[in-house]
């Protein structure tokens, strides 16, 4: 009576985990339990370190970098409209609009690490893999965004042009 996956591998329920580990002498269930909240409470570090770094890094990295091409953006743009050109500011607002959205995201990540139940238990895991992880990936989405428009010599991270192509 397994449940299956639609590639047809079996998927057992916890308990028959713990009738099987039990049955032949592997674990008992007092060690399942005490590894599973060993694993949990590993994951849940692990993701919170993670979650904390990915912050750092916007914070005192990307930004500052992409902060300094806007102010480079922004002084073209007033050069070129004190000398009389018609300026379009496409790129300027670009820019400006990606940095806005990426201190929103790390913001919304702080926000959700603030109300992490302190469980120590699935459910705490559970809110690190659906509200942490979903919103440390809206900052890398943001600041994969920002490093195609900030020019190189700005951009202290290595870009995945110099990663493949190893400058």
Known sequence: NLKTTPDAMP?????????????????????????QEIYLEQYCKTIRTEANLVIRMARTVIFPAAMRYQGELAATCANLKAIGHDVKM???????????SLQQS???LENLLE????????DEARYFCDKI???MDQVREW??????VVADDLWALPSYQEMLFIK
Not at 11 to 35: D, M
Not at 115 to 122: E, N, R
Not at 143 to 148: G, I, K, N
């Open 11 to 35: 998927v057992l329920t916890s308990k028959e985990v713990v009738a099987l580990f039990t049955k032949y002498g592997v674990l008992s269930e007092a060690e399942l339990r005490s590894r």
């Open 90 to 100: 496409i790129t300027l607002e670009d820019v400006t609009t990606k940095l806005r």
């Open 106 to 108: 790390v913001i919304a």
């Open 115 to 122: 109300k992490v139940p302190h469980t120590g238990s699935a």
């Open 133 to 135: 992880l979903p919103a």
């Open 143 to 148: 600041a994969d965004a920002l490093e195609t």
